[in-house]
């Protein structure tokens, strides 16, 4: 009933006490613990292929209206038909929950994890030490995926770091720009002003300069014209001493 969507095989839930859930917990450990319980002797084989399934994948515990339900893997061997169905129906789920082909997709992770832990079921009833093998691999692929998945995350955090950065001092950049765009507006128009200064300086100088080469040319031949009347007198005055 709880898990009636799951890939994973399970047996029909059953009604339990909370005397029998406290008993039940404590049968839960590790793989490892399982197997070696195993090892030492178990009263016999079909107790140990329970066993090792009520470890690799634990019995899941519900409640409904009230009652406490566990539901454990199932611990029947499959059969080719089995696969053949198991296969079918992780296409099925895919198309039905539409998974993504390609790229990150937690549904479709989901589901393969599903798959993954259908077939440990399946091979570990047939042999249990392949199952408990199974088992630490798909722990590391787990453990490998969350290690991706918390890189991922921090690369993103890391991203949005980065561009939050980039986006504040694109601002400042911005603001710097139209700072220095108005320095040099400003200093565009101080240097039209320098240049019309010094255009009305050259044309003063010039006019001054003119001015003062005009009287200093009237006075050159004023000079000349004076120091002329002077020379033809002192010839006049000193023509009749020759005599």
């Known amino acids: 009933m709880a898990l009636a969507q799951s890939l994973v095989k399970y047996e029909n839930p059953v009604l339990v006490s909370k005397s029998q859930e406290r008993h039940l917990r404590g ?22 292929t329970e066993d090792i399934l009520n470890a690799i994948l634990p019995p899941t515990e519900f409640e409904d209206e009230g009652q406490l339900w566990l539901q454990k893997v199932s611990s029947t061997p499959a059969t080719r038909l089995d696969v ?51 088992l ?50 400003d200093l565009a128009r101080s240097v039209q002003e320098l240049k019309a200064k010094i255009e009305a300086i050259e044309k003063r100088e010039s006019d001054r300069r003119a001015l003062e080469e005009k009287k200093h040319a009237e006075e050159v031949a004023f000079l000349k014209r ?17 005599k």
């Not at 399946?122 to 030490?129: L, S």
């Not at 004076?226 to 020759?242: D, G, M, R, Y």
């Open 84 to 134: 053949i169905n198991l296969q079918e129906q992780l296409d099925l789920r895919l198309q039905q929950r539409k998974a993504r082909e390609t790229g990150i997709c937690p549904v479709r992770r989901q589901l393969y994890d599903q798959c993954f832990d259908e077939l440990i079921r399946q091979v570990t009833i047939n042999t249990a030490e392949r199952g408990l093998l199974l």
């Open 136 to 185: 630490r691999v798909r722990d590391e692929i787990r453990l490998t995926i969350q290690a991706y998945q918390t890189l991922y995350e921090s690369s993103v955090a890391f991203g949005m770091r980065k561009a939050l950065q980039a986006q504040q001092g694109k601002s400042e950049m911005e603001e710097t720009i139209e700072r220095l765009e108005d320095e040099n507006r």
């Open 27 to 48: 049968r839960k450990g590790k793989a490892a613990a399982v197997a070696a319980a195993a090892a030492a002797g178990a009263s016999s084989k079909t107790q140990q």
């Open 226 to 242: 004076t120091n002329a009347q002077l020379k033809s007198q002192l010839e006049t005055i000193l023509a009749p001493v020759k």
